[in-house]
Nanobody, 124 residues
Framework: QVQLVESGGGLVQTGGSLRLSCAAS????????MGWFRQAPGKEREFVAT????????YYRDSVKGRFTISRDNAKRAVYLQMNTLRPEDTAVYYC?????????????????WGQGTQVTVSS
């Protein structure tokens, strides 16, 4: 089992920044990659970014490229999402997830463990 706890969400104005954190505990050695997803009211959960524990290979959805940065601290078993130049359309609950070495890193089904989520609200 892997436990994930997100933090760092909040209310910010358009153009502002937030940094989300995800602390992983338990059998973290069983996970290959970590991901961030988000879900807005009435919408499906969507991929935001992913990073591998080994090598730190990253991948982003197009709409956040250049604005969001995913990083990890292997020693702390923590993953971060630095979000800059936030837009109202970034408003959602953001979830941290841990998964195996599946090919489809942008699909929720590739991740086995999920955190409880943290709310990000961007006001216009």
């Amino acid at each position: 089992q892997v436990q994930l706890v997100e933090s760092g969400g909040g209310l910010v104005q358009t153009g502002g920044s937030l940094r989300l954190s995800c602390a992983a505990s338990g059998r973290t050695s069983s996970s290959y990659r970590m991901g961030w997803f988000r879900q807005a009211p009435g919408k499906e959960r969507e991929f935001v970014a992913t990073i591998t524990w080994s090598g730190g290979t990253t991948y982003y959805r197009d709409s956040v490229k250049g604005r969001f940065t995913i990083s990890r601290d292997n020693a702390k078993r923590a993953v971060y999402l630095q979000m800059n130049t936030l837009r109202p359309e970034d408003t959602a609950v953001y979830y941290c997830a841990a998964g195996g070495p599946g090919v489809a890193a942008d699909l929720p089904k590739s991740y086995n463990y999920w955190g409880q989520g943290t709310q990000v609200t961007v006001s216009s």
